[in-house]
Nanobody, 114 residues
Framework: VQLQASGGGLVQPGGSLRLSCAAS????????MAWYRQAPGKQRELVAT???????NYADSVKGRFTISRDNAKNTVYLQMNSLKPEDTAVYYC?????????WGQGTLVTVSS
């Protein structure tokens, strides 16, 4: 599976961004799709997950601000990020689980700063 993420950029505190990640190649069997992030000097952390049926889970730090969604027909996962804070600054990575195989996208940088 190849993953192409997009949508990162520079945004002011309180602003919004929408990330997208499109899967291609061997996409049959993709179940879980997720977003992770890694801030400078910190470990990669899970942001949100969504299964094929649409059930979601979020990190406590983003609950109520971020929304993960997916379009199964397009094999694409989205992350709508609202009320962004400086501490949301990180490289965001998409991840998919196809059967027992995990694949990562290349990462997209989100910078929240005034």
């Amino acid at each position: 599976v190849q993953l192409q993420a997009s949508g990162g950029g520079l945004v002011q505190p309180g602003g919004s961004l929408r990330l997208s990640c499109a899967a291609s190649g061997s996409v049959f069997g993709i179940n879980f799709m997720a977003w992770y992030r890694q801030a400078p000097g910190k470990q990669r952390e899970l942001v949100a997950t969504i299964d094929r049926g649409g059930s979601t889970n979020y990190a406590d730090s983003v609950k109520g601000r971020f929304t993960i969604s997916r379009d199964n027909a397009k094999n694409t996962v989205y992350l709508q990020m609202n009320s962004l804070k400086p501490e949301d600054t990180a490289v965001y990575y998409c991840n998919v689980l196809r059967f027992t195989l995990s694949s990562w996208g290349q990462g997209t940088l989100v910078t929240v700063s005034s």
